[in-house]
């Protein structure tokens, strides 16, 4: 295994942003730690990265709302691997769209549980790691929906909003010890995103990108490596990156 070579732990990559963004991050020479819930595609996404790009992968599979299971997995992760370079907090979801009222509170806390929750027991661990090497960059997967609300997001954007105000207080507190801490808040971007969101409802899901562009996974994958590769005198704090035909969250140019 080189040790020269540098290393990524990218949550939430068997889908979406984060397979596109453990994608870019070997394509540019990272060794990367990739984790889900999804065990064989996570096997698969190693397999194509280490054929593809000739780095070295590690497949970690837990759920990030479980505590027990973060730590046991990374702790699993030999003093080599321990040496992470870039921290990505991309898993995460919505779990429906109800408006307050009518909502459902196993998905309100499975929301919680991931996208705040989760964020939070990674973070803590590897962020030890990256102190006593006194280097990292750490981007957390935050959303237009932690930048405004609209009716039906009410809990995700909770979420959000508090991923927002971690990163920013993260970013404070680890100053001193040459930790990067950014945030990128992407608008629609069509990945398994609206299905999930849905339960599985393909028709519901795709209604939501009719008539634009979305965003791609790839273009949340370009932006995370300009963060990544700005000089270490630069840190980018805050991204907000969205389709062209979308303004707000509820402002979208659609054909009709
Ligand atoms: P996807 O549904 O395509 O991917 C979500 C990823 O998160 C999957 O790899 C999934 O892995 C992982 N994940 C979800 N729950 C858990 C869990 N409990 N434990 C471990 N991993 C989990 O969605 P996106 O790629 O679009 O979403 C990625 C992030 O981007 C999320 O934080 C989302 O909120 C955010 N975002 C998405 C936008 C969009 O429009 N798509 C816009 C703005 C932000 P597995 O199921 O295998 O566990
Ligand atoms: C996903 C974008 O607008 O559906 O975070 O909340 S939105």
Redo the contacts with the bound molecule.
Sequence with gaps: MSNLRGKALV??????????IATKLASQGYDVII?????E??ESLRKELESEYHVNVVPL??????EVECTSALMSLGAEWRRIDVLV??????AGRDPFDTGSLSDWE?MI???LK?LIYVSRIVVQWMKERQNGTIIN??????KEVYPGGNV?SA??FA?DALTRSMRIDLLPHHIRVGQ?????????????RFKGDAEKASQ?YEGFE??H?ED?ADAVWFMVSRPPHVCINDMVIMPAAQATSTHFNRKS
């Design positions: 949550t939430g990559a068997t889908s979406g942003f984060g397979k596109a984790t889900g819930r999804r065990e595609r996570l599979h837990f759920d990030v709302r479980k907090n991309n898993a995460g979801l919505a499975q549980d991931t996208n989760g997967l935050g959303s237009i929906a932690g995700y979420t959000k991923v990128i808040a992407p608008g629609a971007a069509e990945t398994e995103f609206s299905l999930v939501v979305p965003l996974a949340i």
